[in-house]
């Protein structure tokens, strides 16, 4: 394992010494306010005009519309159904996609039509399970949001129906299909930061609708929405709005910090380093601002061990989230090597190589002759200290890419980044979060066989 290394180490340094040399050729920008070396990240595509795929949408609203809207943007995609439990929304669908747009509160409806390809599930988490399931028996490809399920307990079955009916399943994290991700894989895998040691992740929220204070429409009743449909796989309970537009605060719907948000996290770090999971899950926080009556925290930190693996070392990651931070939308992903480190956002990557101290340092000569360690002078050969690689202008998005890649994948029969393993893997995690912090106690996971290890 030391040699191969020691060889991507080898190959990344001889790709800098090229890179640098094309500075001067006019193909990287040279930042003088910041010395920085800057590179365009860019991805070419190829579409059929040919090969139209007709989605639905279950699930409209916010998320879910975005989704549509985005998807909608790949060439060939059309919408034919909307589903949801609220009205409203069926009402703005058939406004957005056209008065002949067929929208129903029934998701059988909409999976029993022979029109339909592939369905997008943008419902709260604690249905991601069972209709994916449905659709995918049903012959519909999906594309589930971001957490895959509700609980740990029931990601075995959805990855169980995709390979039983072979349909196309993509998981919605989408930073997994952006150049960010795509070009931080590639520098880890060239050795780019060394050995990987630590990960860390931040994501922080302050303004109302990013702490989920979604608008309650004025006319919400159960004349409106279909409460008792909402509630049929939970507890039952009298009909409440504030249950039903503002769920991610609640766990028999949501999965709160964790699950809307560490779950990208995962994704992202999974992606790039090809990683399975962690073997030890442990979380605290508290609601510290947000007391709303919501049944879940408002700050949440989490700590995990990932043993060694095939695909990498035991390193250690970290992950923070809140809601009380006046920033209001700053996230990043960091890995941090034995030679340097990654901040990793969906759209750009900045690389930060360690200072090298080189054999001219009397100092340092001194020190290695006492500790009898031979000398190694890389300084005409290390790459600049700080690298940023930047996504083109115009660039449309990890979540456009995300949407590219599940509709190329059914078209084409090949693979999509996120399937139902992934997802679950990132998801499990996540989950595990939840109750790590209900309980105050760590919890222990196999990744390779995906399952609680129980004391």
């Keep these: 394992m030391k040699k191969n290394k020691d060889s991507s180490r080898r190959n990344f340094i001889k790709k800098m010494a090229a890179s640098a040399a094309a500075v001067a050729a006019g193909t990287a920008a040279f930042a003088a306010d910041d010395n920085i ?9 190829a579409f059929s005009a040919n090969d139209n795929v007709n989605i639905a949408l279950i699930g409209a609203g916010g998320m879910g519309t975005q989704d549509t ?30 008065k002949d747009l067929f929208t129903t509160r029934s998701y059988k409806e909409v999976l029993n039509r022979r029109d339909i390809d592939a369905v997008i599930v943008a419902t709260p988490d604690h249905w991601h399970q069972q209709i994916s399931i449905d659709a995918m028996k049903a012959g519909k490809h999906v594309y589930c949001e971001k957490p895959m ?22 998981v919605g994290s989408q930073g997994v299909s952006s150049l960010g991700n795509e070009k931080a894989k590639e520098l880890l895998k060239s050795g780019a930061i060394g050995t990987l040691n630590y990960a860390e992740g931040f994501w922080a929220r302050h303004s109302p609708v990013g702490a989920w204070q979604y608008p309650i429409p004025a006319d919400a009743s159960p004349a409106t929405v279909d409460w008792e449909t909402y509630i049929s796989n939970t507890t039952k309970r009298p009909f409440d709005p504030l249950r039903f537009f503002r769920w991610r605060n609640y766990l028999d719907y949501g999965t709160g910090m964790s699950g809307d948000l560490f779950v990208h996290l995962f994704s992202s770090l999974h992606f790039i380093t090809d990683s399975l999971g962690p073997n030890k899950v442990y979380s605290s926080g508290g609601l510290r601002y947000w007391k709303d009556g919501r049944e879940v925290p408002d700050v949440l930190l989490g700590t995990f061990d990932y043993p060694q693996a095939q695909a990498h070392p035991p390193f250690n990651l970290s992950l923070r989230c809140n809601f009380v931070d006046g920033t209001s939308g700053t996230t990043y992903l960091k890995l941090v090597g034995s030679e340097g480190s990654m901040d990793i956002t969906w759209d750009d990557v900045v690389l930060k190589r360690n200072k090298t101290i080189t054999s001219d340092d009397p100092f340092f000569i001194e020190q290695m002759k ?9 300084k005409r050969i290390m790459p600049p200290e700080e690298i940023k690689f930047e996504a083109e202008k115009g ?10 890649n599940f509709f190329q994948a059914i078209r084409n029969g090949g693979k999509v980044v996120e399937d139902a393993i992934f997802g679950y893997r990132a998801a499990a995690p996540a989950l595990l979060c939840i109750d790590s912090y209900n309980n105050d106690t760590a919890i222990s996971w196999n990744p390779e066989k995906m399952q609680v290890i129980k004391k």
Aim: glycine content about 10%.
């Design 69 to 98: 809207i985005t998807a909608l943007s790949v060439p060939g995609i059309k919408i034919v159904a909307a589903c949801d439990l609220y009205d409203g929304r069926l009402k703005d669908a058939r406004e957005k996609w056209g």
């Design 37 to 45: 070396i800057r590179f365009t990240l860019s991805k070419k595509r």
């Design 370 to 378: 006492k500790a009898g360690t031979p000398l190694t002078d890389r």
């Design 149 to 170: 399920v509700h609980s740990v307990v029931e990601g075995p079955a959805v990855i169980q129906a995709q390979k039983e009916t072979g349909k196309v399943f993509q």
């Design 395 to 404: 660039y449309r998005g990890g979540p456009y890419d995300h949407f590219v």
